[in-house]
């Protein structure tokens, strides 16, 4: 290799090397705050745990009947929650695996699917099966809200069962766990009450399907702000390593290069002392 293709190699390393550092500061400020989210986050659907605890309890000294509360439906639905963007490592391949995994089981399963990277992947393969829009910009709160509300009419007509769940677990910046499980029909510990009388305005029977369309939307907002976390976790790992094998690529590529440039320095001198003294004899 040329003196003039090493440098340009360089060059073009440093460049990467610099739009791999700018990404890895990105990802970690926006890391940043999606795990105050997070955190609140959690905190938020314990307090929603809590009041299933009491719910749990009611509903069954009451003998409450709700859809939210039974299996039977037509078909299930699977909503999953995928890689918003590339470049995050292997999160991206791991969720895809996990995903086709479970609706190869539940083949037959209406599926809502979040993430644009995780969309581009999959609309081929289960069009037949997208039942809502899989066209999810920027979801928040108010996306889960909707989503819920469109699907209690399918629960109360039957026409749809178990609600079935995929995304990751975000535990800490260097590890996330992707699951799959049923958040319905929903299953709450009525033991965690210590509370033996249990006031509701309105009525029970007014509260819970309110409560049920709220705990939906809390859980499906949170698993989507957990697995974003993961992605913008992976993403700063991926950026960081990408980063410093820029840097050893460089320091590579540059003793290659000292080398090369001193091997023709010494040439060039050879010859030039072997021409000087061809012209003294």
């Not at 929603?48 to 037509?74: C, F, H, M, R, T």
């Amino acid at each position: 290799m040329s003196l003039k293709e090493l440098r340009r190699r360089i060059s073009s390393v440093k460049s990467t090397q610099k739009i791999t550092a700018a990404m890895k500061m990105v990802a970690s400020a926006k890391l940043r705050r999606l795990q105050e989210r997070v955190h609140f986050g959690s905190e938020y659907i314990e307090r929603l745990n809590l009041i299933g605890s009491y719910l749990g309890k009611v509903s069954q000294d009451l003998e409450i009947v709700s859809p939210w509360l039974s299996a039977e439906g037509d078909r299930d639905l699977v909503i999953v929650f995928g890689a918003e963007k590339g470049l995050c490592g292997s999160f991206h391949n791991n969720l895809i695996r996990k995903i086709n995994q479970v609706l190869e089981e539940h083949f037959n399963a209406q599926v809502v699917i979040f993430g644009a990277k995780a969309i581009d992947t999959l609309k081929d393969r289960y069009h037949t099966n997208l039942h809502f829009s899989a066209n999810f910009k920027k979801p928040d709160m108010q996306t889960f809200l909707n989503l819920a509300k469109a699907i209690e009419p399918l629960k109360k007509s039957g026409e749809i069962g178990r609600i079935h769940i995929v995304g990751s677990a975000f535990k800490n910046i260097l590890s996330q766990q992707v699951y799959s499980k049923f958040l319905c029909p929903f299953v709450f510990d009525s033991t965690q009450t210590t509370c033996d009388i249990n006031i509701f305005e309105p009525s029970p029977d007014v509260f819970l399907p309110h409560f049920f369309i709220q705990y939906l939307s809390a859980n499906l907002h949170q698993t989507w702000l957990e697995t974003l976390t993961g992605e913008m976790a992976s993403r700063m790992t991926a950026m960081d390593n990408a980063t410093r094998n820029a840097k050893d690529m460089i320091d590579d590529l540059s003793l290659v290069y000292n080398r090369t440039r001193q091997a023709h320095i010494t040439t060039q001198l050879i010859e030039i002392i072997a021409g000087s003294e061809g012209a003294k004899q």
